[in-house]
């Protein structure tokens, strides 16, 4: 049986008769150093009502190209995706701080680009928080976007959106170049105001390097259990793929619960054992 019942004054998820307070953005900062933070990806509302209690922060990350649309890469991502799934997972959640994913093309222009466009996902989805991907080169529009009140997540290392340039989804900083280029990032996006910032496929070394060096928390994806937190995308750690990163852990096997169970209705189905006496109406009397 659900528990959720659906607040409709507030339009937030009610799960429980005395709802968590949500998280802020200077809470989150507060937890640098201290208990690991917890960041996953949801997409709808339905898994930002599971997920949240567990989480301090929800990601809706633009890697829903992938996970949720079946895209080659999360360059095809638009604003009206990530602002009807942010709003949805808003919608799920009432104690994560929602952040979301700034789209490829939404933000690179101009740092006034990157208002009008993380301005609008705030209006749109009622999330606290955007991120969006690169390091030194990011530096001036996260600086503009915290000036003008929009808490900003950053994204360096293995950046998808950087796919065509980087040549593919390879950890990162292998050669001493390279590593120290993504700790020069870190600390230009952590120095520009960033509240976060995620750390993908980076060798373990800079990763823990990075937590050091900056102020802000570092949340790690194949990144470092020394970050000062974590995320996952939630398809892949619930087992939704055969495939996934070496640094994904499968919590579960939802793809053999879910071909099972479909292959039970399929059978009941088939030999009418479905719908059964109590999934149909009779007239009284
Ligand atoms: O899009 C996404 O899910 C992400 C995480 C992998 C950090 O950016």
Redesign the pocket.
Known sequence: MSTYMLDTATSRANPTPAPMKRLTVPKIQAMKGGEPIVML?AYTMRMAQLLDQHCDML?V???LAQVIYGLPS?VPVTLDMMCAHGAAVVRGSWHSVVVI?MPFGSYEASPEQAFESAARILKETGAAAV?LEGGEAMAETVAFLVKRGIPVVG?VGLT?QAVNALGGYGARGKSEAEAAKILADAKAVADAGAFAI?L?GVMEEIAIQATRAISCPTIG?GASAQCDGQ?L?IDDMLGMFEQTARFVKKYDDFAQHVTDAAAAYAAEVRSRAFPGEGHIYRARG
Do not use: Q
Request: aromatic share 0%; glycine share 6%.
């Open positions: 990806t990601l990350g633009d890697s999360t994913d991120k994204h998808p995620v993908e994806i995320v995308v």
